[in-house]
């Protein structure tokens, strides 16, 4: 019996300390709603081997494509090369059917960084572009400049992916996944790990990214976990699944406090999987300690605000507050 009165009192107590989560990370609607409007230089590219905007055109030709500088002879015949690759074009033309029109992503996009401006009102907005990297980096990020390589995303299936990545890439190689990772890499940008790290061990570096993934949550509140953290559905399921074993296991090895590199690598590097779990696992799974740790410090700290949890810089202090013990 006094089971029996004790559940719905627990009932009662989740529901309701689910909707004052749900009242703290409410967005008011009051102010004037953020526009992005996406620039093509992708096809401004192929139009004119030329792209008008001049801080681009460097970025593009001197760091995403690495052809040399601007305006010199052997850079020229770089871009002209490439311009006229016949697999590079295929790419192109496929690109522009899938991207052909973007405004659910313009949309998307629109409400996460009206979203990002309420958390952290002094955050700049780049200018939001798109480009063909002759599958190089998914997403740039410059002063003022956020620009994701299109051909990046053109369905884990394109035939092309096959010959030149590993399996394990291709299901974060579609255009669902392209929102979450504009805004993940806009995030790394302005939150950049040297600056919100005291030390570089692996407990330092797996908060940090739980900082960026529950920040990222609350940017896009309605998006599946596993697009935010560019895994797929299975990766996310068996991270929830086995929490308790993948911080068992880091403690056996006693890596949580390591700076060795090679050990860091292994945790939070890509790959198939991650070394030291199972197989079965994800690679970088290990990012979701770090997230539910940041969610049980955010838990226990009700009057915190966004900004001043991803400015704290003691990951030893989020995780001691944060009481983290994974069931």
């Known amino acids: 019996m006094k089971l029996c009165r004790l559940l719905p009192l627990l009932a009662l107590c989740l529901l309701f300390s689910c909707q004052q989560e749900e009242e703290r990370y409410r967005v008011p609607r009051f102010r004037d709603q953020i526009d992005i409007d996406i620039v093509r230089y992708d096809r401004e590219f192929f139009e004119n081997v030329n792209i008008a905007d001049s801080a681009f055109w460097y970025l593009y030709c001197e760091n995403i494509m690495q052809f040399g500088t601007v305006g010199e002879k052997e850079t020229q015949c770089y871009l002209e090369l490439f311009h006229g690759d016949s697999d590079v074009c295929r790419t192109y033309w496929k690109a522009q059917t899938i991207f052909d029109e973007n405004e659910k992503l313009e949309a998307d996009l629109s409400e996460a960084f009206f979203r990002l401006k309420h958390f952290v009102p002094d955050i700049p907005l780049p200018n939001v572009s798109m480009h ?3 599958f190089g980096q998914s997403v740039v990020s410059a002063p003022g400049i956020l620009s994701a390589g299109i051909d990046k995303y053109l369905g884990s299936d394109y035939p092309i992916y096959k010959e030149l ?3 394990y890439q291709l299901s974060r190689m579609i255009p669902e996944q392209l929102a979450a990772d504009y805004l ?3 995030l790394r940008s302005e939150f950049t790990h040297e600056s919100l790290m005291e030390d570089v061990r692996l407990l330092d570096y797996l908060v940090y990214e739980g900082k960026i993934l529950f920040l990222l949550e609350k940017i896009f509140p309605k998006m599946p976990f596993e697009y935010l953290a560019a895994w797929n ?16 296991r880091i403690q056996y090895y006693e890596h949580l406090y390591s700076r060795d590199p090679l050990v860091l690598q292994k945790y939070i590097g890509d790959g198939p999987s991650t070394v030291y779990f199972t197989e079965d696992s994800p690679a970088r799974a290990a990012i979701w300690i770090g997230y539910r740790i940041v969610c049980d410090f955010m838990q226990r700290h009700p009057d915190m605000e ?14 001691r507050e944060s009481l983290y013990r994974p069931n």
Not at 233 to 248: L, S
Not at 306 to 319: F, G, K, N, Q, Y
């Open 306 to 319: 966004i900004l001043p949890m991803m400015m704290e810089v003691r990951a030893d202090s989020i995780l």
């Open 184 to 186: 993940n890499g806009w």
């Open 233 to 248: 559905r299975g990766n996310y399921v068996w991270c929830v699944q086995n929490e308790a074993p993948m911080w068992e």
């Open 132 to 134: 063909i990297s002759g």
């Open 165 to 167: 990545f590993y399996e």
